[in-house]
């Protein structure tokens, strides 16, 4: 069989794995507890479903709708991962735990925590300023 009878069944194929990764994903946000897998789940569903949709595209179109995906594509492998990051940070800096059973929090708040209570209860808490550049 040439690819040109090929090509319309292998894009299908490819689109229906792309809803299952996103569906999958979607099912992850909902049900996921905390705010650390719940990223997790949205980053790699948004990162696979989008790019195998793209390739899915990119297969059975033309030329000039290629590169319109391609660069959407492109897009996406940039801006997934440092979105998820800045997600990521923002919740760590929110002090919001992970609520997932059996996680292991290496962040280092519990450390934060017990310096700021000996610091606080001993009364030699010191504002942290710096003197400005003159």
């Given at each position: 069989?040439?690819?040109?009878?090929?090509?319309?069944w292998?894009?299908?194929?490819?689109?229906?794995?792309?809803?299952?990764?996103?569906?999958?994903?979607?099912?992850g946000?909902i049900?996921?507890?905390?705010?650390?897998?719940?990223l997790?789940?949205?980053?790699?569903?948004?990162?696979?479903?989008?790019?195998?949709?793209?390739?899915?595209?990119?297969?059975?179109?033309?030329?000039?709708?290629?590169?319109?995906?391609?660069v959407i594509?492109?897009?996406?492998v940039?801006?997934?991962?440092?979105?998820?990051?800045?997600?990521?940070?923002?919740a760590?800096?929110?002090?919001?735990?992970?609520?997932?059973?059996?996680?292991?929090?290496?962040?280092?708040h519990?450390?934060?925590?017990?310096?700021?209570?000996?610091?606080?209860?001993?009364?030699?808490?010191?504002?942290?300023?710096?003197?400005?550049?003159?």
């Amino acid at each position: 069989m040439p690819f040109d009878t090929l090509a319309p069944w292998t894009a299908d194929v490819l689109v229906v794995i792309a809803l299952i990764v996103m569906t999958v994903g979607t099912v992850g946000i909902i049900t996921m507890p905390d705010i650390y897998t719940k990223l997790h789940a949205a980053s790699k569903s948004v990162f696979l479903g989008v790019i195998v949709l793209g390739i899915g595209t990119m297969i059975t179109s033309d030329s000039a709708f290629v590169l319109r995906a391609l660069v959407i594509c492109l897009a996406l492998v940039l801006t997934t991962p440092v979105a998820s990051h800045v997600i990521g940070r923002a919740a760590w800096l929110e002090r919001e735990h992970m609520n997932t059973p059996g996680a292991i929090d290496e962040s280092g708040h519990h450390l934060a925590d017990e310096e700021t209570s000996t610091a606080v209860a001993d009364n030699s808490a010191l504002p942290l300023t710096r003197p400005r550049p003159r």
